[in-house]
């Protein structure tokens, strides 16, 4: 027999601890990436959000909340708002949302809540609604129903100009607001300079739109939020309380006029994220 010599033995145990650490930092090596992996997977994609705008405006009220949305990193879509017919321009819209890949927020403001009311309903890829100062109809209720909700009144009414367009179904005809009442009653809080021309340039509604009962209601499947201004004298403000609540919306109540996404387009877009996130 060979006795064994100390310092052999000294020498294979720091050979043995060396290798075991060694694979012990190998296999943490290993797993470090693995994990970074996992933490940058990336994350669901960003929803389109589309904007609706309504009656006596177009897509450019929207273009300071575009602005925030785009900042964000949002795809934005401000739909140009036919304005012939409930139904027909909610099929139009409709036509924009299933163009789109992926997840959709549709936003309405006024009579454009009611035609995204009507367009999404089975749509699938739209996972938010938001009503700004908008209808949110119920199935067989018409815009002139819901002003009545929750004992609200507007004089919208008796300040609208009647013009005939070429085509149109017998009895209807294009409704503008008198531009001596549209700062009152539209935007009330916005320069009147400013109001001047929005009001000889507005886009008339096909005023059949306020008598055409809704369909079957996107917000009863949907998630909805709610912006309710307070100062509204288009659609009263108590009628947009009663279709938020029974809508069951996140709502924000803000001191504004009817155009709540040009005098507060800050806090508008804050409500869009929200639904967003």
Do not use: C
Request: proline share 7%.
């Amino acid at each position: 027999m060979h006795a064994t010599n100390p310092g052999n033995r000294r020498r294979a145990f720091r050979v043995a601890v060396v290798a075991t650490v060694a694979a012990a930092a190998t296999a943490i090596s290993v797993a470090i990436p693995a994990a970074a992996d996992v933490a940058r997977a990336p994350s669901e994609p960003k929803p389109t959000i589309v904007l609706v705008h309504g009656a006596f405006a177009d897509a450019s009220g929207w273009n300071d909340v575009t602005e925030r949305l785009q900042k964000q990193g949002y795809t934005v879509l401000a739909a140009s708002n036919p304005l012939r017919g409930l139904h027909t321009d909610a099929a139009y819209v409709r036509s924009i949302l299933e163009s789109i890949e992926g997840p959709i927020v549709l936003v309405g403001h006024s009579y454009g809540g009611a035609v995204i009311t009507n367009a999404a309903t089975g749509m699938a890829n739209v996972e938010a609604l938001v009503y700004v100062a908008a209808y949110a109809l119920d199935e067989g209720e018409r815009l002139v129903d819901a002003n009545a909700l929750g004992g609200g009144h507007t004089d919208l009414a008796d300040h609208i100009v009647v013009r005939p367009y070429p085509g149109a179904p017998e009895g209807d005809a294009d409704g503008y607001i008198d531009p001596a009442y549209f700062r009152e009653l539209f935007a009330a809080d916005l320069p009147k300079k400013q109001t001047a021309v929005m009001a000889a340039s507005q886009r008339p509604a096909a005023l059949q739109a306020l008598f055409t009962p809704s369909g079957v209601p996107a917000w009863k499947a949907i998630p909805s939020w709610f912006v309710v201004a307070s100062q509204d004298h288009t659609i009263p403000p108590e009628a947009e309380r009663a279709m938020a609540e029974r809508a069951g919306s996140t709502t924000v109540e803000i001191d504004s006029s009817h155009v709540v996404m040009m005098s507060h387009p800050g806090e508008v877009t804050d409500v869009i994220l929200d639904a967003a996130g």
